[in-house]
């Protein structure tokens, strides 16, 4: 089983910066094998994906996150990240990370196929 705790949320003026940080259970963050990554949810909306990583290395982004969000991993901290630049009023949302034990790069940024998720973090642009 695996634990996701996602911190660095907070508010801030449009143009600012956020890092938001997913730190996981488990001793070995194995990426050969679990796929990861950040959704957002802003309240009336549905869930959508921010940027993923898949099991072999893909890396996908949401095309208005491009260019502006950076997704990262540490497995020395068992750790994710997602710099957060230029931030924008539309950026407002629960953030949240997830992870698929079953890998590949399948629809990275498809909420269903993940099978742990965070408690989120509140980022807000105003």
């Known amino acids: 089983h695996v634990q996701l705790v996602e911190s660095g949320g907070g508010s801030v003026p449009p143009g600012g910066s956020l890092r938001l940080s997913c730190a996981a259970s488990?001793?070995?963050?194995?990426?050969?094998?679990?796929?990861m990554g950040w959704f957002r949810q802003a309240p009336g909306k549905e869930r959508e994906g921010v940027a993923a990583f898949g099991s072999d290395g893909d890396t996908a982004y949401a095309e208005s996150m491009k260019g502006r969000f950076t997704i990262s991993v540490d497995n020395a901290k068992n750790t994710l990240y997602l710099q957060m630049n230029d931030l924008r009023p539309e950026d407002t949302a629960m953030y949240y990370c997830?992870?698929?034990?079953?890998?590949?790069?399948?629809?990275?940024?498809?909420?269903?196929?993940?099978?742990?998720w965070g408690q989120g973090t509140q980022v807000t642009v105003s």
């Open positions: 997830a992870a698929d034990s079953r890998g590949g790069s399948w629809n990275l940024l498809l909420a269903r196929r993940y099978n742990y």
């Open positions: 488990r001793y070995t963050y194995d990426y050969a094998y679990y796929s």
